[in-house]
């Protein structure tokens, strides 16, 4: 069975940083890329970043790009994102997320960890 | 980027009902579109990917169409655990959501 676990959440002033890991279980996670998509509450999710099954390749969404650092461990088959220059406006559930294939879509979530970035 | 606009955002029905939920694209996705569905407090669920393509374990009572720009997710008969947000998502380029589709009891 296929298991994302997400965690590093929690509370943060403007301008703090946080580090968040996702532990995947269930799966050869050398084999996927792998992605973090966040939920600001009451909206809809956000796809924000993607990394290569080899780390050879790493995206961003603009809203997050030059903040924010995604990283994986293969031997430790764990996820990362770290996230520096926390705004109000990065309030949000963070789920990591495993694609079907090649292509940005999520067929497995974690359960998601709230990073509230609040003064 | 890619802007995906989701109607209705609320949407009333009943158990039985024909339900159809419509996701427009700013520009051509060509068939690279998924949907989901999100309980309260719970990850989204995928529940159809390359536009018409069912997820393994989603109910046949699910269905997806379009192309390009206008595409369509259609429940053929609501059921009581289908009262939930649904969400389209491009994957064209990078992955785009819509702002979500309440579907809730008349």
């Known amino acids: 069975e296929v298991q994302l676990v997400e965690s590093g959440g929690g509370s943060v002033q403007p301008g703090g940083s946080l580090r968040l890991s996702c532990v995947a279980s269930?799966?050869?996670?050398?084999?996927?890329?792998m992605h973090w998509v966040r939920q600001a509450p009451g909206k809809g999710p956000e796809w924000i970043s993607r990394i290569s099954n080899d780390d050879s390749r790493r995206e961003y969404a603009d809203s997050v790009k030059g903040r924010f650092t995604i990283s994986r461990d293969n031997a430790k088959n764990t996820l990362y994102l770290q996230m520096n220059s926390l705004g109000v406006e990065d309030t949000a559930v963070y789920y990591c997320?495993?694609?079907?294939?090649?292509?940005?879509?999520?067929?497995?979530w974690g359960q998601g960890t709230l990073v509230i970035v609040s003064s | 980027d890619i802007q995906m606009t989701q109607s209705p955002s609320t949407l009333s029905a009943s158990v039985g009902d024909r339900v159809t939920i419509t996701c427009r694209a700013s520009?051509?996705?060509?068939?690279?579109l998924a949907w989901y569905q999100q309980k309260p407090g719970k990850a989204p669920k995928l529940l159809i990917y390359?536009?018409?393509s069912l997820e393994s374990g989603v109910p046949s009572r699910f269905s997806g169409s379009g192309s390009g720009t206008e595409f369509t997710l259609t429940i053929s008969s609501l059921q009581p655990d289908d009262f939930a947000t649904y969400y389209c998502?491009?994957?064209?380029?990078?992955?785009?959501f819509g702002q979500g589709t309440k579907v809730d009891v008349k």
């Open positions: 997320a495993r694609g079907r294939d090649g292509g940005t879509y999520f067929q497995y």
């Open positions: 269930g799966f050869t996670f050398s084999s996927y890329w």
């Open positions: 390359k536009t018409s």
């Open positions: 998502q491009q994957y064209i380029s990078q992955g785009t």
């Open positions: 520009q051509s996705v060509n068939i690279w």
